[in-house]
């Protein structure tokens, strides 16, 4: 399984960017997906998840509002709407896939991870 994450760049604060992520592979079962965001020295932080069927979501509180989070079961594509950005958001970010049907908070949770693509926000 793989995962791209596609779609980072730069933009300006109180923007709006919206980052995917295609999945790849032998794809078995359901699965849910997950993004997170890092920056150097800190812990990766999870932002987001929703479960194999979109039903089921669930949103950090630092995003809660702002990003929002969907899925394309048919093309095997997640995608990370993100607006009102603000400069805390720069980072990269990450999504990740887990074996399970239920959305998943934990990165321990997550199986799969893609290479991640890098968020800018600017002043």
């Known amino acids: 399984v793989q995962l791209q994450a596609s779609g980072g760049g730069l933009v300006q604060a109180g923007g709006s960017l919206r980052v995917f992520c295609a999945v790849s592979g032998r794809i078995l079962s359901s699965y849910s997906i997950g993004w997170f965001r890092q920056t150097p020295g800190k812990e990766r932080e999870f932002l987001t998840s929703i479960n194999w069927n979109g039903g089921r979501t669930s949103y950090a509180d630092s995003v809660k509002g702002r990003f929002t989070i969907s899925r394309d079961n048919a093309k095997n594509t997640v995608s990370l709407q993100m607006n009102g950005l603000k400069l805390d958001d720069s980072a990269v970010y990450y999504c990740?896939?887990?074996?399970?049907?239920?959305?998943?908070?934990?990165?321990?949770?997550?199986?799969?991870w893609g290479q991640g693509t890098l968020v800018t926000v600017s002043s």
């Open positions: 990740a896939l887990s074996r399970s049907i239920g959305y998943r908070t934990l990165a321990a949770e997550y199986d799969y």
